[in-house]
Every structure is written in C-alpha cells, then in structure tokens.
C-alpha cells in the first residue's frame, strides 16, 4: 500500500484529499503545517508528499518546508509534487529549483485527477 504525506493546512480541503487517496488505496498521513510536515515525514517514510504552498505562518511555509527537506538526507529522496492556489511564476520557479517533480494549481484540477498525478510519479 503506498504511503502519502498531505500537507494542507484547510482540515475540510486535507480531509478530502485523504478520503479520495483512500479509496485509490493509499495509506495517507496529514500535516497542517511546515513543522509538522518535517516530523511526519521523517516518521512516516511516505512514498511522497502532497504539498500546500500556502500554509499558515508565513515563515514555515511550502519553500520554507522544501528547503528543510532538501538539507535533510533523511527525507530528501521523497518526491514532492506542490500544490497549491497561489499562482505567481516567482514562487512557482522557487519550488521547481528546490526539487519539486511538479507544481499544480489545485483549481485546474479535480481531486481525482490529482490522485491520478500521484499515482503517476509512483509507478
């Protein structure tokens, strides 16, 4: 069964992808925040990790949690796709240069589709 870290910090939006992940067969582990994101993943060992950009303190948000787990050998081998409604190229092209297979913008695509995405980087 493979493992997925969902860091969102919307409960309703995280429970949601969790649920959808589930029925796919995923085992699914949530963060609502940097911190907490860094723990579980390091506890957790998930096969990837689902990532908010957004999070809610403006200092440990999605960059600041690439950054930490590009300098973390531990985790750093876990693929991330970002994802995210904050759309401004800068910030985008930051994530991509940390390491981010990719980076969606969650409007443009349905929850299923994003368990799809994932399942693709899996194979």
């Known amino acids: 069964m493979p493992k997925i870290l969902i860091i969102e910090d919307e409960r309703v939006l995280a429970e949601m992808y969790k649920d959808k992940f589930e029925m796919a067969g995923f085992e699914?582990?949530?963060?609502?925040?940097?911190?907490?994101?860094?723990?579980?993943?390091?506890?957790?060992?998930?096969?990837l990790i689902l990532l908010d950009i957004l999070l809610p303190i403006p200092t440990e948000d999605g960059?600041?949690?690439?950054?930490?787990w590009k300098s973390d050998p531990k985790i750093?081998?876990?693929p991330v796709i970002a994802?995210?409604?904050?759309?401004?190229?800068?910030v985008?092209?930051?994530a991509i240069?940390?390491?981010?297979?990719?980076?969606?913008?969650?409007?443009?695509?349905?929850p299923q589709q994003i368990v799809e995405k994932v399942k693709e980087y899996l194979k």
């Open 92 to 94: 985008k092209n930051e």
């Open 97 to 110: 240069e940390l390491g981010v297979k990719e980076y969606l913008l969650k409007t443009n695509f349905t």
């Open 76 to 78: 750093s081998k876990i």
């Open 83 to 90: 994802f995210s409604n904050y759309d401004d190229p800068k």
């Open 28 to 47: 699914v582990f949530l963060a609502f925040d940097c911190k907490e994101g860094i723990k579980l993943a390091k506890e957790k060992n998930p096969d």
């Open 63 to 68: 960059i600041s949690f690439l950054k930490n």
